[in-house]
Nanobody, 119 residues
Framework: QVQLVESGGGLVQAGGSLRLSCVAS????????MGWYRQGPGKQRELVAG???????NYADSVKGRFTFSRDNAKNTVSLQMNSLKPEDTAVYYC?????????????WGQGTQVTVSS
């Protein structure tokens, strides 16, 4: 069983910054994909940013140029640096890891961390 533990959420004013971190209980380079998702009030969960096992990153259009995804294999940690935060970034942010054995894909989720951006 894989555990993902997020930290770094909080309350910040618009224009401010936060850094989210996610520590995995196993080697992160074992995963096929790791990402950050978020779910705002009354909204569906959406992908914010992620990285494939090959190192390719992808970002939602709404966060491009403001958010940066990074990983530290030695610490089994992925992070999301969020700059120029906007009120619409307010959401619960979840760390996700996907592992495939070629037959099925297992999805693992963290417990979520609240990010609130005040105007």
């Amino acid at each position: 069983q894989v555990q993902l533990v997020e930290s770094g959420g909080g309350l910040v004013q618009a224009g401010g910054s936060l850094r989210l971190s996610c520590v995995a209980s196993r080697r992160i380079f074992d995963f096929n994909y790791m990402g950050w998702y978020r779910q705002g009030p009354g909204k569906q969960r959406e992908l914010v940013a992620g990285i494939s096992s090959g190192g390719s990153t992808n970002y939602a259009d709404s966060v491009k140029g403001r958010f940066t995804f990074s990983r530290d294999n030695a610490k089994n940690t992925v992070s999301l640096q969020m700059n120029s935060l906007k009120p619409e970034d307010t959401a619960v942010y979840y760390c996700n890891a996907k592992y495939s054995n070629g037959i099925r894909v297992d999805d693992y989720w963290g417990q979520g961390t609240q990010v609130t951006v005040s105007s």
